[in-house]
């Protein structure tokens, strides 16, 4: 009884990645082309799929296939999706058509208005069927069900990124590409090790996720697999201190690869955190909470001050991420309903929200030909539309009400303070410090605002044109998902919230989701 | 002690079914001005003055709708929608304390809509103006409208995000663009106070919604119950620019004239004073440390803003001490519980009205001087803008307490009040009062009489009609709105269903000893500014002034205090940390491979090339292996 | 009785390594190398007698075998390595380091 609908899924990308890779030489444009009608395919199937999800059979994971692979070791290629990986497969697929239409001169070699060359020409047709392969390992990553398949596309997912950073990136490419690389194989290798102990600690002969849940009792096993996996999740989310890779890949990576991996590569992290560290070990989940939480607090804060004081447009934007994904790992680890629906709203919304000021800041880096703040100034004045969107997308990362960011990092925060999973005020306390990011995130965003558009119009700046039709094709739609869903975020949270339910149940934390409500009910 | 009644589930139809639409008009003539851009040039201005005008149409209507009925049927729940599934639904409270800032936001709003046509009919982006006023028509209604904080709070946001956006319209002018970015950062910290506040009560209640908040408040502990409004009382301080928040509104002047008079002086900046009445059941009771804080950060700002008032050569920035220090008063009254809170409502909605009759008039004065705001280059502007002077002269007289025009009564009322709860914080008032009078004396005096002073390119003449009728009608309300709500009662009352009443009605006194001591002192300062600024020559260069001159015209130093305590050591801590960031954890990393390549590095010199070394090294590593072999014994 | 056969395989092996570590020469390490060899085919042989089965002499064809090969590549590339340096000197290639 497989459901075909994630195998497609799977196969439409990498048969359009193959396509894409065997075109003749000089084709550039089909390739774009087919590029993007292939993204579209696979969102326009993800969609139909997620609005049958509802609908659809099966207890936790929907649409699950699952097929033999290694049958001597029990590897399965499993794969089926519950409320937590549906909004995420969704994502990817909603970013990667945008994302290909963005970088869609990229690879051509980006010029300046005034006739420099930012990036040298490369071969396009490898960029975009890197970006489709890409986004067939983001589709797996999250709708494995198998632990063995998971770790196979958790690392997989590195290698189509380690080429757009590091042959299509900026100046420090390597660097950043070998550092991003090196961080991501070390804690995939301590994940290795961790899979393989539970393989054998568990004794089930098998990797199948839902048949390990619950499968090591023992408090002492169960933290050190905990360990492995947990390491291998914060590196990628990134949580501080291990986040440095990220402002230096991301700075360096194009735009769109950039929001890729912000937006989406980073989220497994997150996601892995949620699915595999609370489920598979629950006992040491809970008794690590609290180091766990002070490091994201430390995120949040330690996120947001150094992204105030960065100097390239690119890399503040990467630490607001860090400042972000701090509040969703407290979300995740507050161990109440609201924070982890919260924190799995947060998934999503920040890959609206800072996918849109990548790729405005993108915009406005390919009109200038530099990253730098210090370069821009007026940019206002003779680049409205551009400015327009900027600024939504920059208020989306200060969580502005009525903008999507916002319901999520309120959920996470007040699910923190009100969650009683750990007994102590402490996760009080974490809340209320984290809510400081409040004003640190105005100061970042604000400021960095006031010096690229705002003042009098700088000379260089002068040249600017608005955006064309296809970078408002790029940016409307992300700006229309992060208003949308920040007045009506019910469509994801009805998704969300049994998913995160069954998770808590997992888990077995004791207050349920109406007894964090207190005693008021 | 009256409570107030409960609030009941809107189910009829009529007006107050649709009251959402007094939000979807403006917001949907922002979303037209801002989406279609340069192509509404032409007659945006038109949709942004006819979506506010509807706006206020529906707020009438469902005002007679809710005036039909009964005191206990006066509190209409409207729902919307499912916001966040098990936490909050979106919904409508209308009540009269709604229903009465949904009036001033619409009526005032449309006025100041009518008046930008005119006063902004020079510039290129006068559509992105009207998107923007339009946008915060929205968002204050959904900030008094809405039936429970979270709904309360997004229109609190987006109120900050207008004013940002009008305070920064100008943004080509990097002080207008710091000011928009101080408004907005200032605020914020408010919001930390307002948010934690939301995590204590959903933590405790469960709940954002006024009616099971005001049910379960009474349940709570006290200390609890303190906290949730000291908090609350800080979001009310950054938004309406009190003590110790009120650095960004002096700064806020950067705005075209319009946004400082609809949102710097009559809307925005009530909206603390709105939070801490709809918040009664955490400010409850009187006395409780919570409330007494209000009070005395209401008397503190009030004295704070007068003594700026002073001080300030530029007339926006003396309009704006005086929109403090009037928010000062407001805040008292509301510090005061339900004997208060009627007079804190009626001085906003009368502050309101001559406010922004004043702010508007200012505008018409710079619009026909230049756009000129010195007061030492006005003088003798009666003669060339004789509408002008009038209002503002209605204005003023309002403002300083003249007998028998609005501010006289509500002012009056909060005084009397407080001297009755706190003789301290009351006479603190009554001195406020005085200093008021000299202020706004000097601010006449400096404009409208004595010589002129003007640069040489000046032309003042009367603005034209459309900003001229607004004007008239915002002083037509400011001389008789006062009495209107006062006398009798009649404010307390309408209102007794939401906010409460005390016991017994309050009667109001002509000639009780806070009253007259406070007209003396207006009168005393009003001849005291006569000496100083009507009768002698106003120098047309600031004097150096004595210490406490500089003290006001430092703004009390609070920006300097801001400067040294927050921002240079935020400077700093940001500095060190990108510095940690980059030599330290970054350094460790990088450290480590140093470390590792440059290992690697040395051990590759074993590798000499000579052959017989390598032998050497395979016969002694044999050797090793041998020994070993036969040291742990048979194989 | 086999002991001689040992002790004599022994000391030849050490004059093979000896050789190996201090001469320079190539084709007299390449000599002593084969000394090695042949030490060690001896051990072979004298082994399978003691033991009296067959699979030591067998290795012992094996290694002969290998070490007629070795001989063949290696004189192969000492020739080589004269003609391009005229040096046969082991010390003299020492290019392949670091």
């Known amino acids: 009884m497989s459901s075909l609908w994630l195998p497609i899924l799977l196969a439409v990308p990498v048969l359009g990645a193959v396509v894409v890779a065997l075109l003749p030489k000089g084709a550039d444009q089909v390739a774009k082309q087919v590029t993007l009608a292939v993204s579209l395919v696979v969102l326009a199937l993800t969609l139909v799929m997620a609005f049958q999800f509802p609908s659809a059979k099966g207890d936790r994971f929907k649409f699950a296939a699952v097929y033999d692979w290694i049958p001597s070791f029990g590897v399965h290629f499993g794969v089926g999706v519950d409320g937590i990986a549906l909004v995420l497969v969704v994502l990817s697929a909603v970013l990667v058509p945008i994302v290909v239409l963005a970088s869609w001169h990229d690879a051509d070699g980006v010029r300046t208005a005034d006739g420099t060359l930012i990036t040298p020409k490369r071969s396009v047709k490898t960029y975009f069927s890197l970006l489709l392969v890409l986004e067939a390992m983001m589709i797996g990553v999250f709708a494995a069900t198998d632990i063995f398949l998971f770790y196979v596309f958790f690392e997989a997912m590195l290698i189509p990124m380690y080429f757009m950073i590091g042959s299509y990136g900026g100046a420090q490419r390597s660097y950043a590409a070998v550092k991003f690389l090196l961080y991501s194989l070390f804690g995939g290798l301590l994940m290795l090790v961790a899979v393989i102990?539970?393989?054998?600690?568990?004794?089930?002969?098998?990797?199948?996720?839902?048949?390990?849940?619950?499968?090591?009792?023992?408090?002492?096993?169960?933290?050190?697999?905990?360990?492995?996996?947990?390491?291998?999740?914060?590196?990628?989310?990134?949580?501080?201190?291990?986040?440095?890779?990220?402002?230096?890949?991301?700075?360096?990576?194009?735009?769109?690869?950039?929001?890729?991996?912000?937006g989406v590569l980073d989220k497994v992290g997150t996601f892995g955190m949620l699915r595999f560290c609370l489920e598979l070990f629950p006992d040491a989940a809970k008794a690590f909470t609290m180091p766990i939480v002070v490091l994201a607090v430390i995120s949040i804060i330690y996120g947001a001050i150094v992204a105030i004081g960065q100097s390239d447009m690119k890399r503040l934007i990467a630490y607001t991420s860090i400042s972000h994904f701090g509040f969703i790992v407290m979300g995740v680890f507050a161990m109440s309903q609201v924070a982890q629906s919260g924190a799995t709203l947060y998934m999503v919304n920040h890959g609206f929200a800072t996918g849109a000021l990548f790729l405005a800041a993108g915009f406005l880096i390919a009109r200038r030909g530099s990253p730098h703040i210090a370069d821009y100034g007026g940019a206002q004045k003779v680049a409205p539309l551009l400015a327009g969107f900027f600024l939504v997308a920059g208020l989306a990362g200060l969580s502005l009400p009525g903008l999507s960011s916002f319901v999520s990092e309120f959920m996470v925060m007040t699910g923190t303070y009100a969650s009683k999973a750990h007994g102590s005020g402490a996760l009080t306390v974490a809340a209320v410090v984290s809510a400081l990011a409040v004003i640190l995130a105005a100061v970042y965003i604000l400021w960095m605002v006031q010096r690229v558009l705002n003042g009098p119009t700088a000379e260089p700046v002068k040249a600017f044109k608005d955006l064309s039709a296809r970078e408002i094709v790029v940016l409307a739609p992300l700006v229309a998902l992060i208003i949308g869903f920040g007045f009506f975020p019910k469509p994801l949270l009805d998704v969300i919230n049994p998913a995160v339910n069954q998770t808590l149940v997992n888990v077995k934390v004791d207050n349920p989701a109406i007894a964090e409500k207190g005693a008021g009910q | 002690m009256e409570s107030p009644v409960e609030i009941v589930q809107h189910t009829a139809g009529g007006v107050i079914g649709v009251s959402w639409l007094m939000i979807a008009f403006p917001l949907l003539g922002a979303a037209i001005l801002l989406i279609l851009g340069r192509k509404t040039d032409r007659w945006g201005h038109l949709l942004g003055v006819a979506m506010s005008l509807a706006s206020f149409v529906v707020a009438v209507l469902a005002f007679f709708e809710l005036l039909g009925l009964s005191a206990e049927q006066r509190r209409q729940a409207v729902h919307l929608?499912?916001?966040?599934?098990?936490?909050?639904?979106?919904?409508?409270?209308?009540?009269?304390?709604?229903?009465?800032?949904?009036?001033?936001?619409?009526?005032?709003?449309?006025?100041?809509?009518?008046?930008?046509?005119?006063?902004?009919?020079?510039?290129?982006?006068?559509?992105?103006?009207?998107?923007?006023?339009?946008?915060?028509?929205?968002?204050?209604?959904?900030?008094?409208?809405?039936?429970?904080?979270?709904g309360l709070f997004i229109g609190w946001e987006g109120v900050g995000l207008a004013s940002y956006l009008l305070i920064g319209f100008w943004q080509f002018k990097p002080s207008a663009a710091v000011a928009a970015k101080k408004a907005f950062v200032v605020n914020r910290v408010g919001d930390f106070g307002l948010l934690v506040g939301m995590f204590i009560m959903w933590s405790a209640t469960g709940t954002f919604a006024f009616a099971e908040l005001s049910e379960k408040a009474g349940g709570l502990s006290q200390p609890m119950v303190t906290a949730i409004g000291l908090l609350l009382l800080l979001g009310a301080c950054g938004k309406s620019a009190q003590l110790p928040l009120q650095s960004w509104l002096l700064d806020a002047m950067e705005g075209p004239t319009p946004v400082s008079a609809l949102i710097h002086a009559a809307t925005m900046v009530t909206a603390g004073v709105y939070l801490v009445v709809?918040?009664?059941?955490?400010?409850?009771?009187?006395?409780?440390?919570?409330?007494?804080?209000?009070?005395?950060?209401?008397?503190?700002?009030?004295?704070?803003?007068?003594?700026?008032?002073?001080?300030?050569?530029?007339?926006?920035?003396?309009?704006?001490?005086?929109?403090?220090?009037?928010?000062?008063?407001?805040?008292l009254g509301a510090g005061l519980g339900p004997a208060g809170y009627a007079f804190a409502i009626g001085h906003l909605i009368t502050?309101?009205?001559f406010k922004a009759d004043m702010f508007l008039g200012a505008g018409s004065v710079?619009?026909?001087?230049?756009?000129?705001?010195?007061?030492?280059?006005?003088?003798?502007?009666?003669?060339?803008?004789?509408?002008?002077?009038?209002?503002?002269?209605?204005?003023?007289?309002?403002?300083?307490?003249f007998p028998l025009l609005s501010g006289y009564f509500t002012k009056d009322g909060i005084i009397e009040t407080a001297v009755e709860h706190n003789q301290v914080l009351g006479w603190l008032a009554v001195?406020?009062?005085?200093?008021?009078?000299?202020?706004?004396?000097?601010?006449?005096?400096?404009?409208?009489?004595?010589?002129?002073?003007?640069?040489?390119?000046?032309?003042?003449?009367?603005?034209?009609?459309?900003?001229?009728?607004?004007?008239?009608?915002?002083s037509i309300g400011s001389i008789f709105l006062g009495g209107y709500l006062i006398l009798s009662n009649r404010l307390m009352l309408w209102l007794a269903p939401a906010v409460g009443r005390p016991e017994e009605l309050p009667q109001f006194h002509f000639a009780s000893t806070p009253g007259l001591a406070t007209l003396a002192l207006v009168a005393v300062g009003a001849a005291y500014a006569w000496m100083k600024y009507g009768r002698a020559e106003v120098p047309a260069v600031q004097p150096r002034g004595s210490f406490l001159t500089t003290f006001a015209r430092r703004d009390l130093y609070g920006d300097a205090l801001n400067e040294s305590?927050?921002?240079?050591?935020?400077?700093?801590?940001?500095?060190?940390?990108?510095?940690?960031?980059?030599?330290?954890?970054?350094?460790?990393?990088?450290?480590?491979?140093?470390?590792?390549?440059?290992?690697?590095?040395?051990?590759?010199?074993?590798?000499?090339?000579?052959?017989?070394?390598?032998?050497?090294?395979?016969?002694?590593?044999?050797?090793?292996?041998?020994?070993?072999?036969?040291?742990?014994?048979?194989? | 009785m086999t002991a001689h056969y040992l002790v004599l395989s022994g000391l030849l092996f050490a004059i093979g390594?000896?050789?190996?570590?201090?001469?320079?020469?190539?084709?007299?390490?390449?000599?002593?190398?084969?000394?090695?060899?042949?030490?060690?085919?001896?051990?072979?042989?004298?082994?399978?007698?003691?033991?009296?089965?067959?699979?030591?002499?067998?290795?012992?064809?094996?290694?002969?075998?290998?070490?007629?090969?070795?001989?063949?590549?290696?004189?192969?590339?000492?020739?080589t390595i004269f003609r391009t340096r005229r040096s046969a000197s082991v010390d003299d290639a020492n290019l392949l380091k670091y």
Request: proline share 4%; hydrophobic share 55%.
């Open chain 2, 366 to 401: 710079m619009h026909g001087m230049n756009d000129e705001v010195d007061m030492r280059k006005y003088g003798a502007l009666r003669k060339y803008m004789p509408i002008t002077f009038v209002t503002f002269m209605v204005g003023y007289l309002a403002i300083i307490g």
């Open chain 1, 197 to 262: 102990g539970l393989y054998v600690v568990a004794g089930k002969s098998t990797f199948m996720f839902p048949e390990l849940v619950g499968a090591i009792q023992d408090p002492a096993t169960q933290k050190w697999l905990f360990a492995g996996f947990f390491i291998a999740f914060a590196i990628k989310a990134p949580l501080w201190p291990v986040h440095t890779w990220l402002p230096d890949a991301a700075a360096q990576a194009p735009a769109g690869a950039a929001v890729l991996l912000v």
């Open chain 2, 81 to 150: 929608y499912e916001f966040i599934p098990g936490m909050a639904d979106m919904g409508l409270l209308i009540d009269p304390l709604s229903i009465s800032f949904a009036l001033l936001i619409t009526g005032v709003g449309s006025l100041i809509h009518i008046y930008s046509i005119g006063y902004m009919s020079h510039d290129p982006d006068r559509r992105r103006f009207f998107s923007y006023l339009n946008l915060f028509v929205a968002a204050m209604l959904l900030l008094v409208l809405a039936d429970n904080y979270l």
């Open chain 2, 565 to 635: 305590l927050f921002m240079r050591p935020g400077q700093w801590l940001t500095r060190i940390a990108v510095f940690f960031d980059n030599r330290g954890i970054d350094g460790v990393v990088n450290g480590l491979a140093a470390g590792i390549g440059g290992t690697s590095g040395r051990l590759r010199r074993i590798q000499t090339g000579f052959a017989r070394t390598y032998a050497l090294s395979i016969l002694i590593g044999a050797a090793l292996l041998t020994g070993a072999l036969l040291l742990v014994g048979n194989i």
């Open chain 3, 17 to 79: 390594a000896m050789g190996v570590l201090i001469r320079r020469n190539a084709i007299v390490v390449f000599m002593c190398v084969e000394l090695m060899l042949n030490a060690c085919n001896l051990a072979f042989v004298t082994f399978a007698r003691q033991n009296g089965n067959l699979e030591g002499q067998i290795i012992a064809f094996f290694v002969m075998v290998v070490a007629a090969a070795e001989v063949v590549v290696g004189l192969a590339i000492i020739v």
């Open chain 2, 431 to 474: 001195i406020g009062a005085g200093i008021t009078g000299f202020y706004m004396s000097r601010m006449i005096f400096m404009t409208f009489f004595g010589e002129k002073r003007w640069a040489e390119d000046a032309h003042p003449h009367e603005s034209p009609t459309v900003m001229t009728v607004p004007l008239i009608i915002l």
């Open chain 2, 278 to 331: 709809r918040s009664g059941a955490f400010f409850f009771p009187e006395g409780s440390p919570q409330a007494l804080a209000v009070a005395i950060v209401g008397a503190a700002t009030l004295l704070a803003g007068a003594i700026i008032g002073c001080a300030k050569d530029d007339i926006k920035k003396g309009l704006a001490g005086s929109t403090m220090s009037q928010i000062g008063y407001m805040m």
């Open chain 2, 351 to 353: 502050h309101g009205f």
